[in-house]
């Protein structure tokens, strides 16, 4: 493992401070925890969101006036505990209650949930948007169902202008609901991720292999196989992915090509350009786009391709609209 | 079979020691078939609660699960975090009714079920509490109902937690939580039942 | 190598497609060229920059509103070529001249002088700047001279709002001679950079080796030796860059942590952290900061520190303007 | 020793010959001592020359050295791009007064020399157009001339170019630039001289 680090065991926290060093302007810490909040904070539903750590920007890139009030950093890749949660939820609320926006893992949703009724004890209104857009997992009830995964961001974006712009709580965990369904990835990787602490990556692949359908914490995906090229690997995540829409008619769609840490954006951008050519064979209209680092896994190579209903104009507006956030 | 404070809290410190002795082995488990942290969150877990407990004086049983409950709660993340700090809460609120041992155990398994939602077979820890709980209840409870619970884990397929997504591939390996979670009744076997 | 392309001949050109069609909002191609125009072009001095390919965003990321007006995109680390330049510089003239901002590097000091000859044989006024900010090459009439690096993004964005203000090209001229001489770079590898048509990484280090001073195609450091602490780091780069300022009074400096292409955003924040630390034991005040992949080295992982004197207020005003562009 | 026009065409073909068969090689000895392109640089370049080239019929001596020279600025870049590009550029110039070959190769010497700044054993191509310049225009020219020049770039160190980065660790290294400058007088030799 070759790592630009001090201790291994302190990584989050000094990546924390560096990250509130360099972005004093518009985020803060609350003090003894891993809690990033905004230091712009309307009268508005506050929107909470966070996870393990080592997806950087997210979620603390996303904190800031138009998107997050708050995000909340476990150890990497390991899900927040309850009373950090709690207390992003408690510096979040200016009285119309917090929206949390979660990531379907069953750690997260644990852990969001036990500081969701934290909260309410506490005479906090709290409600939840769970993400689950990786498509590589089948969602049945045999299974931790779907993860949250690229698309998140975009659900960030989404809500966050629509907070802003006055909606209350459960506005927006409606249309969140609604939401979280039209977004769909799907991520392939050409290496493994190195967690600090571990010291050695979650996989290897060989020198020619690939894997499709991996999550963003090293989960397995569903193929492994010999390295093909951008105009193949986006073949199959564009056929895998459109096949969730109903394209009868064409269909207005936002396109999030997002890499996962070790991933030039040279590539991504060879990508991006064969996602949009194999796209003309489906009946879509490319009307938002996005292209870089915004969940990654760490260290892994690879990249994920995240497609979304825009049919609804205002989900488009709000993609548009400015923000004074890191990272978006 | 009353738990009293005194044991409760030596239960819990030979738990941390067990953990902390096979935290590698944990995370190998975990690495298998889920994300490999199990170790360093089970470890990260029980050093905070060494720590609270060897605070307390001459506590009581409730006290005992309750400091353990909320450092687990506190320090664990992740899924096993919630869950062990579920069964730990339910134990802490039983113990101001009860101190019995088989009442305590399954009131822990139904914090875990309740937060979990897992049902028997689903190759969770709740494999490896479920027949404790049950056997401590019906007096049938031996050592080798820990080790039985523990292997039974193998041959099932997962379906929750993070195990989950490996599908078929999870079948063949241990459960790390059902492990970590045989340890548990291990430690209270030499320090309580011994 | 693994990497997520098509034909490794055709990957500057693939690339430039994604990003035009990532980016059509903002950006448009000169056609038959490798040459990114601004879309948005308003009566003022046209900045244009370029080099070599694989340091993306840099160049065509940073072509916009406040900014450059074009950016010529070389093969992979290979100089653009003369002819290339002047259809930039073309494109970018609005009447009020064009100033080349030209990383010192033997190949494109002589490609961007000839276009300079082209363009001022076809009537438009042309001067350049010079970015030679890489410390860790010596100065000397014995060599080629300082390389230009990360720095060189600080001169478009200082220049860029200059420029957008309505600054003469003489003037700009003479702000930027002066400004180049007050950016300083020091840059750290952890793994050497591979070209796709080469294949091969242009150097490799062991696993326990890192190096002091590369470049950023992969040119040798001063030093190679077994992984250090970010701090560690950070002291080596901090203390080798103070000693270009004078730092007798307390000095207003800006900074700039780039990472090189595989290194993760966690990385740079520690890094950052531990910069800011090691600043303490020295005279300056950190008034602007900026952390994130600005110049890359395709996939080199490790990063660079810049330092920017920034006494003169105009200077961070201009780094703190607002601009449209894809990647500041 | 005038060249023809025909003889001008022959010559960068052969050049061209040589450059595709020792790409990789040129590459190679970049690769210690600069960046590993000039041997891709200088191909891309005279693949777009034997292109134009091809398409010219009957063209003078200025035609052919000016059509090489347009191709190699406009296909080569790095530093190889202009210094080639400069070199035929003034040799263009020159065929308009005379077309003698060491007059000629004199003047792609100065072009060279104008454009890089780089003096005689700053370990540049300089090294090798000098020394065969001066033989042609003394007469002393033989095939001897071109090794020599080339091979005594060896002890050098570079004081120009990306070469000169790696300081004394340049030295005992072959100049990229003054092999391929080597390859293109041989082929005058070849195509010309013979
Ligand atoms: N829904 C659930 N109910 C009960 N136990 C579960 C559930 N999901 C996961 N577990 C237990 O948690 C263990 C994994 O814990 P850990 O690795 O610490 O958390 P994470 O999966 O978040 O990395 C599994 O081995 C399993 O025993
Ligand atoms: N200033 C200079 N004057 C003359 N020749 C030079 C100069 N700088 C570099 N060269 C020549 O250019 C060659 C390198 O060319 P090339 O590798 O194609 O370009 P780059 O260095 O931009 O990668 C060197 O071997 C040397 O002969
Ligand atoms: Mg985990
Ligand atoms: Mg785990
Ligand atoms: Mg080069
Ligand atoms: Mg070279």
């Known amino acids: ?328 | 079979m009353e738990l009293t404070g005194e044991q409760a809290q030596r239960w819990i410190l030979c738990f941390q020691e067990k953990i902390e002795k096979n935290k590698a082995y944990l995370s190998d488990l975990d690495q298998a078939i889920g994300d490999g942290d199990h170790g360093s969150n089970m470890y990260r877990g029980v050093q905070a609660v060494k720590e609270k407990l060897n605070e307390l004086e001459d506590p009581t049983t409730e006290e005992v699960l309750k400091t353990t409950a909320m450092a687990l709660i506190s320090k664990v993340g992740g899924a096993s975090g919630p869950l062990y700090g579920s069964a730990f809460m339910q134990m802490a609120k039983t113990a101001k009714e009860t101190t019995e041992l088989p009442e305590l155990i399954q009131a822990g398994l139904e914090g875990i079920k309740q937060r979990g939602k897992a049902e028997l077979k689903d190759k969770t820890m709740v494999d490896a509490w479920a027949p404790v709980a049950e056997a401590l209840t019906n007096g049938t409870f031996s050592n080798d109902t820990i080790d039985q619970a523990v292997e039974d884990t193998k041959p099932l397929q997962a379906k929750k937690g993070r195990a989950s997504y490996v599908g078929e591939r999870s079948i063949g390996a241990l459960d790390p939580g059902a492990v970590s979670s045989g340890y548990l009744f291990t430690a209270l076997v030499e320090e309580v039942l011994k």
Chains 1, 3 share one sequence.
Do not use: C
């Open chain 1, 1 to 328: 493992m070759k790592k630009i680090i001090n201790d291994a065991s302190q990584v989050v926290g000094d990546m924390l401070k560096g990250m509130l060093l360099a972005h004093d302007d518009l985020i803060e810490a609350i003090d003894n925890t891993n809690v990033v909040v905004a230091k712009d904070k309307p009268q508005t539903v506050g929107l909470v969101s966070g996870g393990g750590s080592g997806h950087e920007p997210a979620h603390a890139g996303f904190v800031g006036d138009g998107m997050l009030r708050s995000a909340v950093l476990g150890e990497m890749f390991t899900s927040p505990t309850p009373d950090q949660v709690l207390e992003a939820i408690k510096a979040s609320d200016t009285g119309q209650g917090v929206l949390l926006i979660v990531k379907n893992y069953t750690g997260d949703v644990m852990n969001f949930d036990m500081a969701k009724e934290l909260a309410e004890m506490e005479g906090i209104e709290v409600d939840s948007v769970l993400v689950d857009d990786d498509i590589a997992v089948e969602n049945s009830t045999h299974t931790a169902g779907k993860r949250g995964v690229a698309g998140t961001v975009l659900v960030h974006k989404i809500l966050g202008k629509l907070a802003r712009d006055g909606h209350t709580l459960q506005e927006l965990k409606q249309i969140g609901d609604a939401l979280v369904q039209d977004i769909h990835t799907l991520g392939v990787a050409l290496s493994g991720a190195t967690v600090p602490e571990v010291g050695k990556p979650g996989f290897t692949l060989d020198e020619d292999e690939m894997e499709y359908g991996v999550g963003i914490h090293g989960e397995p995906g569903y193929r492994r196989e010999q390295l093909k090229s951008s105009r193949e690997i986006s073949k199959e995540l564009v056929e895998k992915l459109v096949k969730e829409y109903n394209l009868n008619e064409t269909k207005k769609i936002g396109l999030l090509v997002n890499g996962l840490g070790a991933t030039p954006l040279m590539e991504l951008y060879v990508f991006y350009q064969d996602v949009v050519n194999e796209l003309k064979n489906h009946n879509v209209e490319v009307v938002f786009k996005k292209v870089g680092n915004f969940m990654t896994s760490i260290d892994m190579a690879g990249l994920s391709l995240t497609l979304i209903d825009l049919e609804d104009s205002s989900r488009l507006d709000a993609l548009n609209a400015p923000v004074h956030v890191v990272s978006w």
